[in-house]
């Protein structure tokens, strides 16, 4: 697809970012120690790039899906970590509150997310209700002006640092399934909230990930979120529009490691001539490009059909999703192998695309759950 100027330049400035402040000795220090230098966040928020695609009344920058997708991509191609720090609030974060938030709520929650001040995160999954979230336990029971939130949240990007998490609970006692299920902006330090050990992960190292323990949490009801007992379906289609981001995320990873592969193939000599020589890896590196330009194709239709309000929007989300990350994986595989020997070695960058990419098959709903998502609509 050609990118109109205006887009073309937004590429531009998020390469330009992303080449000059994500640097080695920052990648390393995510990977090894899982501590995150927060001058470049103070960096990356002054630059507007927490509020993308938030529109301007609320801090944000107004920008459209394209130019979101454009920002993960390039911050990926560098650090996918990175770019999913700039993801959150343009997303998940921000996501349910500019569905459905009050005016109060959005000048109170969303404004500081998108101006990088504060922190907020999506806690729907529950150690029983994964790929099933409508199965989940946590209960929230209405005592006054008060909601009383008991339960426990697992896989929480972000929840050891942040200040609200938007969490999922059941409201309506007696319904089953994703009925009868609401959303609230739960303060992280109101008391009762606790967090998990984060955990130890394969990938994306750096972006802590922890349980949400809730035990007798009062959240006053201006912290109810969207009306009662219908939080399930925002929380669908705020997925809609994190799958693109994930799907974005996919794309810089595998394009990243390509651009590793050519020059390292290029370079390397064996049996007297660069290793590029041999049409057994020039071929792998033409399978790697071609999967990468149909993805990208298919990532930037599906953003402008979900600005455009097209039908088929969310299933083309699911389908970008799916295809991205499954791409991500194959291309990480071959650029490793590309890689030989030194490709397992931490000191090359495929490595860590390697280990990255293996995330986004499964986080916002695995690709067998965009399988489900693809089919029902094709089937309905
Ligand atoms: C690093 C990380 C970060 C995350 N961040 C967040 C977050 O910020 N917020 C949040 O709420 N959640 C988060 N998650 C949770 C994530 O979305 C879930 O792990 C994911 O949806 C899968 O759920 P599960 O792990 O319980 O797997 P399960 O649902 O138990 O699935 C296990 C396997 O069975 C398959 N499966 C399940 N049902 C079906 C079916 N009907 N048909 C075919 N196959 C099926 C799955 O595809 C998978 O292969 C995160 C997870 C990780 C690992």
Redesign the pocket.
């Known amino acids: 697809m050609i990118l109109s100027k205006e887009h073309e330049l937004m590429r531009k400035n998020f390469r330009n970012f992303a080449e000059t402040e994500f640097t080695k000795e920052i990648q390393d220090e995510l990977d090894e120690t899982g501590e995150f230098n927060w001058e470049i966040w103070n960096k990356m928020a002054k630059y507007g790039f927490a509020g993308t695609k938030i529109p301007v009344e609320y801090g944000g920058q107004g920008g459209d899906t394209l130019s979101y997708v454009l920002m993960n991509e390039e911050f990926a191609r560098v650090c996918p970590v990175l770019a999913i720090y700039a993801n959150t609030p343009n997303s ?1 974060g921000g996501g349910p509150l500019l569905a459905c938030g009050t005016e109060e709520q959005l000048q109170k929650y969303l404004t500081p997310a998108a101006q990088g001040k504060k922190h907020i ?5 529950e150690p029983g ?4 979230p409508g199965s989940m336990t946590t209960k929230a029971v209405q005592d006054g002006e008060y909601f009383v939130l008991n339960g426990r ?6 929840a050891p640092f942040a200040d609200y998490a938007i969490v999922y609970a059941r409201t309506d006692l007696q319904s089953k399934g994703p009925k009868g299920i609401s959303m609230f902006i739960v303060d992280m330090k109101l008391p009762g909230v606790s967090c998990g050990k984060p ?1 130890h ?1 394969m990938g ?1 190292n750096g972006y802590p ?1 922890s349980d949400i323990i809730l035990e007798d949490v009062r959240v006053h009801q201006s912290d109810l979120l969207g009306p009662l007992h219908k939080g399930y379906a925002v929380a669908m289609k705020t997925l809609d529009g994190g799958r693109i981001g994930v799907a974005a995320q996919s794309l810089g990873c595998a394009q990243g490691a390509l651009e590793e592969s050519i020059a390292y193939a290029k370079e390397r000599k064996q049996f007297g001539k660069p290793i590029s020589y041999n049409q057994g890896i020039s071929f792998m590196l033409a399978d790697m490009a071609t999967e990468i330009e149909a993805a990208r194709t298919l990532l930037y239709t599906t953003a402008q059909a979900k600005d455009a309000g097209d039908p088929n929007a969310s299933m083309l989300c699911s389908m970008a999703k799916y295809y991205c990350s499954e791409m991500a994986n194959r291309v990480c595989a071959k650029a490793v192998q590309i890689h030989g020997g030194y490709g397992y070695i931490k000191e090359y960058k495929v490595e860590r695309f390697y280990r990255d990419a293996r ?1 986004m098959t ?8 965009q399988q ?1 998502v693809i089919s029902r609509s094709l089937l309905k």
């Open positions: 998940l995160v999506f806690a729907l999954t209700a994964g790929s099933d949240k697992c896989f929480i990007s972000g955990e992960k994306i990930t995330i499964l986080y916002e709903g695995t690709s067998q759950v489900i």
